[in-house]
């Protein structure tokens, strides 16, 4: 009768255990995408000072290919879009700590995930190329930087690839880093440095306002880029790249693309 009374306790307790645990998992359950339905708005952190995928207009508001397909997958989601304006080195703690939902601001996976935060990567929406942008007519390749000094805004893609050069068996002789990318700009234009690399799009708006400057067609690296989210939240990530997906699809991405491109 013990043995008995022993082992129906024991059988009751795995039951209870289980119950317990299923509990618990169904509290944990990711809410991301049911917390912005609520809310009916999905904030998205940016820095405007990269046109055309984000800058700001002359009324102050941002605009760019980034703003633009925010607003279309906002609006496939069922949500209004906000854009919140964020210095680029703020981007990633901003989202941790709740400023905004998700970072959408030409940041590629590798920017993101070399920062720190700990995060959730959607599907791509642009593949972009790093381009040379130098005054030296002498550069007409990658090769060419060897044993130039070349600058690149620090912690960016672009820095990633001055540094993807000497897998490239190119040996440059100073990798020079800064803040922003016109600092690197300033720096070159009076002679302290040979060369940056930079976004194309960047690199062909500066080059549209100066005619020294002079955009080296072969790319350094070409990088995915891609929206930033919470790590966990994976409803929301699901749902975005669901959204890209139809948008995609449907023609509304080849017109934003073509609003912001056409000319490349």
Do not use: C
């Given at each position: 009768m013990k043995k008995k009374t022993f082992i129906t306790v024991a059988v009751i307790m795995v039951i209870m255990l289980f119950m317990t645990s299923c509990g618990d998992k169904k509290t944990t359950e990711d809410s991301s995408l049911k917390n912005i339905k609520k809310a009916g708005v999905l904030k998205v952190g940016m820095c405007p000072e990269y046109p055309p995928f984000e800058s700001i207009n002359n009324s102050g508001a941002i605009e760019g290919f980034d703003a633009d397909l925010a607003e279309a997958i906002g609006k496939e989601m069922g949500?209004?879009?906000?854009?919140?304006?964020?210095?680029?080195?703020?981007?990633?703690?901003?989202?941790?700590?709740?400023?905004?939902?998700?970072?959408?601001?030409?940041?590629?996976?590798?920017?993101?995930?070399?920062?720190?935060?700990?995060?959730?990567?959607?599907?791509?929406?642009?593949?972009?190329?790093?381009?040379?942008?130098?005054?030296?007519?002498?550069?007409?390749?990658?090769?060419?930087?060897?044993?130039?000094?070349?600058?690149?805004?620090?912690?960016?893609?672009?820095?990633?690839?001055?540094?993807?050069?000497?897998?490239?068996?190119?040996?440059?002789?100073?990798?020079?880093?800064?803040?922003?990318?016109?600092?690197?700009?300033?720096?070159?234009?009076?002679?302290?440095?040979?060369?940056?690399?930079?976004?194309?799009?960047?690199?062909?708006?500066?080059?549209?306002?100066?005619?020294?400057?002079?955009?080296?067609?072969?790319?350094?690296q070409t990088i995915k880029i891609a929206a930033v989210f919470p790590k966990g939240n994976d409803s929301l990530t699901k749902e975005f790249n669901k959204a890209l997906k139809t948008i995609k699809e449907n023609g509304t991405y080849n017109k934003i693309y073509n609003k912001w491109f056409a000319a490349e």
């Open positions: 949500v209004k879009v906000e854009l919140v304006n964020t210095p680029w080195e703020g981007l990633i703690s901003g989202l941790s700590s709740g400023d905004f939902d998700v970072i959408m601001s030409g940041m590629s996976p590798e920017e993101a995930k070399e920062s720190g935060g700990k995060v959730n990567i959607s599907n791509s929406y642009f593949n972009l190329d790093e381009v040379i942008l130098t005054t030296n007519k002498d550069i007409k390749s990658k090769k060419d930087l060897a044993g130039k000094i070349v600058g690149s805004h620090a912690g960016s893609a672009s820095e990633n690839a001055v540094k993807s050069l000497e897998e490239q068996k190119i040996k440059i002789k100073k990798s020079a880093t800064y803040n922003r990318h016109s600092e690197a700009l300033a720096d070159m234009l009076n002679g302290n440095i040979d060369a940056m690399v930079v976004e194309k799009s960047w690199a062909k708006e500066k080059a549209k306002t100066n005619s020294k400057l002079i955009i080296v067609d072969d790319p350094v």
